[in-house]
């Protein structure tokens, strides 16, 4: 099978397969197979198959940063093993 696309969309995908570490076959084959599980539903891009890995990672601390640090931490006991699975006791 050939598939013919604008010059500006072969360029999207050898970048997004650039980014993923694959030839544009390999990730074009991947996008077929998750429309397929999507029931045919377009793709979902996220923010990181947007951006580039530097202004991903630079978002990503902003996004840490932005938390509130005086949230209390969990005790040892809420996150016991007992705890979290009392149920299966």
Do not use: C, K
Not at 26 to 51: C, G, H, M
Request: hydrophobic share 35%; proline share 6%.
């Amino acid at each position: 099978m050939s598939l013919t696309v604008p010059p500006d969309l072969e360029t999207r995908i050898r970048q997004q397969a650039v980014r993923a570490g694959l030839s544009s076959e390999e990730w074009l084959q991947q996008q077929v197979l998750r429309w397929e599980l999507e029931d045919y539903a377009l793709p979902v891009t996220s923010l990181q198959d947007e951006l580039t890995p530097e202004e991903w990672v630079r978002q990503f601390h902003a996004w840490a940063e932005g938390h509130d640090r005086t949230t209390p931490l969990l005790s040892d006991e809420a996150i016991s093993r007992e705890n979290i699975y009392s149920d299966r006791l």
